[in-house]
Every structure is written in C-alpha cells, then in structure tokens.
C-alpha cells in the first residue's frame, strides 16, 4: 500500500475519526490528540505534492513508502486498543502508552531517516525549495512526539495520581449527594450522634460501636463535616486514630495540647499530666476530640479526661459501658442501599444495568453481607468484568460461611476474593501495603520509591499501579490542601487503608512458614516492645524475606539478637523511643536497596550504631524521620539515589569540613529536607552534587539564606522552597539551572523579589508562589521564559503578572484559594 494511499484513503478518515473521538472522550489524551491531528492535517500537503508530483519513485523507496504506511496502520490498531480501554483501568493504559512510546520511536526514526533523505528528496527537486519542506516536516514531526510523550503519564494536569484523587473526591461527593453516601442509614445515625453531641449537656463521651467495616470511621467523619457540628464547636475538633499498638503518651500529648488551647507541636519538655483531669480543669471553648479505631479500655481510660466544654467521641469495635455515657451502634446496611453502593461501584451508577444479568448481582451483593467495605472493594474487582467471570465470584463467595459467623475472618476470606484475578504485579504491590504500620499515612513517594526497587518497574509504572489499587478500592489516596499538578510533593499525597485490608494483606502473606515468607511483618508493636519469640526460634537460620518489617520500643544492643537477612531489599523500622541501637543484622544485607526508619515518640531520637551504614554499598533509597541525625563524616553511600529527611534534627550534621555531601552522596537524585527546624543554612558541598535532580526544602522555619553557587545544579528539575519564612532571597545563580521546570516558593513571605536574569530559565513550566506578599514586581526577563504556562498566587499579587500574562498567551495565573486548617482533618 503505497503512502498516498494512506493519507488520501481510509485510514486517513478513520484515523482522523479516532483522534476526534479520543479529544472528546479522553483528558487525559485530550490535548496529545488535538496535536496529532495538526500535525496530519500540516503533513498532508506535503504528502499530497508526493501524489500529484508526477514523479515515478524507484521500487526500493516505494517499499520503504509501504514500510512507512504499515506501521501507520499498526498506530491505527493501537488506537483502537486507547479507545476502548476502560479509564478506570490504569495499569492496563499504561501498558498502551508504552507500546504508543515504542511505536512513535518507530515513526520518529522513520520520518528523520528515509523518509528525509530519499521520499521529500524527490518531492523537493520537482516541486519547491528544501528547507522549506523540511521545516514543515520537523514541526509535524515535533507535535507527534509530544502527542506519544504526553500519553505516557498525563501532562498539564498532574497526571494519573492527580486525577485518580479528583476521581476519589468526586466519586464520594457524588455519592453523598445519591446515596447519602450509604444511604438513608448514614444520616439517620449522623442526626442520632449529633443529638448525643450538641443536644445534650449531660454525654461527653459518646460510643459509635459496630463490627469491622460497617461503616463506622465514615460515620464519625460525616459528623465531623456537618455545618451544624462545625459551627457549635467553632472548628475546635481534633480527630485522632489510636489503633492497636498506639503510642499513648504521644496522644495523650496531642490532647492536652489541643485541650490546652496549643495545639503545635509539642516538644519533649511538654508537660503533660500523668493523669488525665476528670473535674479540676474548666473551659468556656467548646472543643469536640474524636478518638477513631480504639481497641483497648485501659488505652482508653489514659485518653479520655472530664473537662466542661470538651466532648469526645470514641469510635470502636467494642463496647466500654464505664466510659460511654451514650452509645450509637451502626447498623448494617439495609437491600436497596447496599444494592445501590455496590452498583456505584461495579457499574458507575445506582442500579442494574439493563444488559446485566439481575438475578446474579443481588446473589454477590447479598453474599457482601450489606458491610459497606465488602460492598465496595467486591464490587470494584467485577467492574468491567464477563458475566462468566461474575458467576465464577459469585461460586465462589457461595462456598464459605456467611459473614455473619466469625465475621471478620469470612469478612476478609471473602474479600480475597476479589485480588486472586489481579494481574500479578499489582497483586504484590497491594500485599507490600501490609508492611507498614496500621492506620498511618504512607507518603506516596516511600510507596513508589519501594516498588521501584523490589519489583523492578520505573516510577510511572508504580504511580499506575497506586490507581489501580485505589480503583479497586483496595487502597485511598489522601490529598493535603495544596496538593495538585504533577509536581506534587512526597508529603502531599498520601496513602491510607482499611485495618481489615490491611489484615487480608497480611493474611495472604503469612501463609508460607515463617522462614520462607517474601515480607516478614510484625503487624503490631509487641507489649514487651521486643521482637517477636517466633522470629527468635528461627535466630540461627536465614530468613528468605524480601521486605522485613519491624515495629518495636526502644531497642539496646543487647535487645537484638543474631537474625539474618541476605535477600532482604526493603527494612523498615518503627519505633517509639528516645533512643534506638540500629540492628546489627543491618550489616550484613548486601542486597539492601531501600531503607525508612521512622520513630513515632513524641521527640526526637538518637541513633546508635550508624556504622551500619558504611556496609550499605547498594542502598538506594534513605527515608529519616523523627531522629536526630547522625555525623555524615566518613560515610559514603554511592549507590544512594534518594534521601529524606523529615521532622529530624540535623545536629550541624550537614555543616562542616568532614560532611562533604558531595562526596557521601555523589549519585544523589533527590533530596528532601522538611521539617527540619535547627538548619539555617546549606553547605557548599550540596552545589557539587550534580547528579541532583530535585530539591526540596520544606517547613524549615529558620532556613535564612541558600548556598550562592547553587546554579551549579544544572541537572536541577524541580525547586520547592516550600514555607522558608526566614528565607529573604534567591541566589542569583540559580538562573543558570537550564533544566529548572518548577519552583515552589509559597510561604516564604520575607522574600522579596526574583533573581533579575530569571528569563535565563527557558525550561521553566510552573511557578507555584502563594503567600508571597513581598514580591511587588517582576524582572524584565520575566517575558523570556518561553515554556512558563501556569503561576499560582495569591489575589494581592495577581496584578504584578498581568503585563506577562498579556506577552505569553499561552500563561495562565491561578489565584490560589484561602485555606483554613481544620484540625479533623490532622491526626
């Protein structure tokens, strides 16, 4: 078939017909396929002049022309697969966007190469001059590499993470608004608590009590919405998850704090009473504390106090009548709730379908057992699903005990259900959920950063595999206030679960001996704060875990004993202490890749036995959080890509002679350091780093001037100088980071202008600089960055950009909205 034929024929007009169909259907593949169809409609003059040019082409280009033609065909095909693959399926579309990515290789090397040199060499001696032909060709050629490269993982709107929490947020205020989010039931318990809460003077202790998964965390966080709640406690509520292995003094701390009318972070020398008050303590502030995921009376008893003003909700599986002054027990679904609650999610609307088979829906949703959880996550696997596949669940669910006998166990067998049809990868991704602690935000960064390691797959493919979870209602995403676009931090997005997903993960990970196991998980912290006597059995012979995952109190040298771990590639330690031994095994893990150490005490603490790390060779990722960090001389990690520092006190350890950074980390990609009060300042050795890709430094409240040779990073993509308030200016050298695409400098509200060459940034795609009352002006050079498209700010500093605004068309300013800290929506 020759090229002519291809452009002038069927699949011209077929083609064309897809693209317009994708730009109506896909945003995701909006903009990519409005930019393909310029860049057919631009070449087929051209090719047209081919047609009618009256030239006979040799056979050996004519073979080359119907080369060129077949792979266009094989674009065509692969369109088709775009189309009409489900949005939902994520993992699925990011497969076709590698196969697209490998195919626009194709046609790019093709159009450079032959179709260059011998078909518009033709064109151009018969018909018109050269370059201008060439030119021509280049640009089209231009736009269809855009168009593939977009469809890898979504540009200008902050991809597929981004979208996938739109998603979720839409999905549940659409919810809410159809189905009163579980129905009629919900807001019948919503008005029966309230009326516990704000109706009556004499409870100050409520219980919303209910077997796993019924729907009680969602109850309580309604309440916490509602206008009416909101107002009579002027915003005063605080909402806090205790869990199975809670830290109690750190809660304890948290409540008396907000109690107290403080409620920043409160440091080691808070005082805290060993006992909460019951009588003595008088407020005339309304305050409502919200106590979510409690398990024990005596941990319990520790947190609740009596002080007039103040109320509490407790939100349990049990009940603890010496406590409650009232009790709310949730109440399971009733047919036509849980009916309409699954077909949100299996089909995307309230009822059946009228092509569904009827009979054999009501058969799986009365196998769910009218529990919320099981409705959703049952109902999100079969979405897409063949009736034969549904049948085959259906069976099934059939075959074991109904929930309503030893619920939790049948709960979560049944649940299993639902992950034994994902693919592979994806299914080992959601069994890694169970590694970290209960009822804690995972930051999506250490997730992806995991994935990357263990499973061997890049960072777009792990950003897929979250959304496939979070479709599968397997996973949720929590999004921070400010969170959006595609350059969102770490800390913005986070990751939570269910407690019985997160059982069900464990229970499908734990079913090989203990020794052979892939993740070897302490789901809790054990009451000694020790590890596990079932690992000290196995102390002479290694473990096979791939992922090890521990959660203890303080530990001592002589706590630890000899355990080893030779295939290990992930450690995770959390602990709750003041001071923390580093394991000795950690020594010998010649496979280590990725390493997060978290400590969830109340202050900060120390860490023994950092000689570990020198014996790191192949450490790729270092997550640091809550620690003071430890003296860097004469530690060099050059495998190390990413590290993390979070919430830590640095001690000076980044100052000085001997902590060379560049030299400790001389492949370092990406470095984040948030929270981290005590830094005034960076060292010059961080400007010799330049492999560093991304930069971040983030709530470093005392952060006053960066180093002046920072330029020096010229492989730098993105800058977030989030809230540095002390932070008064820009070295003027970052102007020569070429490669610079954002910038993040909210909250830094000393500084006071740009640097005057900022122009120099051609790259630069997004400035994000909310709250910034102090830049006045702009530098002239503004108007020369050529790829700025989006600046957020604020209302007051809006104006300052409208003469660039009207010099680049294609610049859109966003005024940021006012955001108010509710502290519900914090633990």
């Known amino acids: 078939m020759a090229l002519n034929d291809f452009f002038a024929g069927e699949i011209a007009t077929e083609l064309m017909k897809m693209l317009i169909s994708i730009s109506r259907k896909s945003l995701l593949c909006r903009t990519s396929a409005d930019q393909l169809r310029t860049y057919i409609n631009e070449l087929l003059p051209t090719i047209q002049e081919i047609k009618y040019s009256g030239v006979e082409l040799p056979a050996d280009r004519q073979r080359q022309l119907d080369r060129f033609s077949e792979i266009l065909r094989s674009g065509v095909e692969l369109s088709h697969k775009v189309l009409n693959s489900n949005r939902w399926n994520v993992y699925k579309n990011l497969q076709l966007a590698k196969k697209m990515e490998k195919l626009e290789k194709t046609v790019s090397r093709f159009v450079q190469g032959p179709m260059q040199a011998h078909i518009l060499a033709d064109v151009h001696h018969a018909r018109v001059e050269m370059a201008e032909r060439f030119d021509r060709v280049d640009a089209s050629n231009q736009r269809l590499e855009q168009y593939f490269s977009a469809m890898k993982i979504g540009v200008g709107g902050g991809g597929w993470i981004e979208e996938a929490v739109s998603s979720m947020e839409v999905d549940e205020s659409g919810v809410e608004g159809n189905l009163g989010n579980l129905g009629v039931g919900l807001e019948l318990g919503k008005k029966k608590v309230k009326e516990m809460v704000i109706g009556r003077n004499d409870i100050w202790v409520v219980g919303i009590c209910g077997i796993g998964g019924s729907g009680k965390t969602t109850l309580a966080r309604e309440v916490c919405k509602d206008e009416q709640v909101r107002s009579h406690f002027k915003e005063r509520i605080l909402f806090l998850t205790v869990s199975q292995s809670p830290n109690v003094e750190q809660l304890r701390a948290k409540i008396w704090g907000f109690i107290m009318g403080n409620q920043g972070f409160i440091s080691s020398n808070y005082v805290v009473p060993q006992r909460m008050p019951q009588t003595e303590c008088r407020s005339e502030v309304q305050r409502l504390i919200v106590l979510d995921d409690v398990w024990s009376l005596s941990v319990l008893e520790h947190l609740v106090c009596r002080v007039h003003g103040c109320k509490f909700i407790v939100v349990s599986r049990e009940r603890f009548p010496t406590i409650f002054n009232a009790t709310y027990e949730v109440e399971l679904l009733s047919k036509e709730e849980a009916l309409a609650l699954f077909c949100h999610h299996a089909f995307g609307q309230k009822s059946i379908p009228l092509d569904a088979d009827s009979n054999l829906v009501n058969q799986v949703v009365t196998e ?54 994902l693919p592979e990868m994806i299914k080992e991704c959601f069994l890694d959920l169970c590694s970290f602690p209960e009822d804690k935000k995972i930051p999506l960064d250490v997730l992806t950063n995991m994935w990357v390691e263990i499973h061997d797959i890049d960072q777009k493919e792990a950003f897929a595999i979250v959304v496939e979870l979070s479709n599968k209602n397997l996973l949720t995403l929590v999004k921070e206030a400010r969170a959006g676009g595609m350059y969102s931090s770490c800390f913005e997005i986070s990751v939570t679960q269910h407690d019985i997903l997160r059982d069900l993960a464990l229970n499908l990970s734990n079913r090989s001996s203990i020794r052979e196991r892939r993740r070897l998980v302490m789901p809790k912290r054990e009451d000694h704060g020790r590890l596990p006597k079932q690992w000290l059995r196995y102390k002479d012979r290694p473990f096979e875990a791939q992922i090890v995952s521990v959660h203890t109190g303080e530990m001592k040298e002589e706590d630890w004993c000899h355990l080893e771990f030779p295939n290990a590639e992930v450690l995770i330690i959390n602990f709750t202490s003041n001071e923390y031994y580093l394991p000795p095994f950690i020594a010998k893990m010649p496979n280590l890749r990725s390493l997060i150490i978290i400590n969830y005490s109340a202050s900060y603490a120390s860490l023994h036995n950092v000689s570990v790390f020198q014996n790191l060779t192949n450490l790729r990722s270092l997550w640091l959080e809550k620690v003071s960090t430890p003296q860097l001389s004469g530690t060099i990690m050059k495998s190390l890509g990413k590290l993390f520092i979070v919430l830590c006190k640095l001690n000076n350890s980044l100052e000085g002679k001997e902590a060379n950074l560049a030299q400790a980390f001389p492949n370092l990609s990406e470095l984040t350091l948030d929270h981290c009060d005590d830094v005034t300042e960076l060292p010059s050795s961080i400007c010799e780093i330049h492999s560093l890709q991304n930069l971040s430094l983030t709530n470093c409240h005392n952060l006053t001037k960066l180093p002046s040779e920072l330029g020096k990073l010229r492989s730098l993509g993105i800058l977030r100088l989030y809230a540095c308030p002390e932070l008064k200016s820009l070295p003027s050298s970052i102007c020569d980071m070429i490669k610079l695409k954002y910038i993040d400098i909210s909250q830094c509200v000393n500084l006071a202008m740009f640097p005057n060459e900022i122009g120099k940034l051609v790259n630069l795609e997004k400035i994000d600089m909310r709250e910034c009352p102090m830049i006045k002006s702009l530098p002239k050079s503004t108007v020369s960055l050529k790829n700025l498209r989006l600046v957020i700010c604020d209302e007051e500093v809006q104006e300052v950009w409208n003469e660039v605004e009207k010099a680049k068309p294609n610049l859109h300013i966003k005024v940021s909205e006012q955001y108010y800290d509710l502290d519900w929506l914090k633990e």
């Open 368 to 421: 769910c057992g009218r529990l919320p959880l099981a409705l959703k996550v049952i109902g999100a696997s079969l979405r897409d699903q063949t009736e034969m596949f549904w049948a085959s669940v259906k069976n099934r669910l059939s075959q074991g005990q109904s929930i309503g006998e030893s619920y939790e166990i049948n709960l979560i067998d049944r649940m299993a259900i639902s992950t034994n049809h």
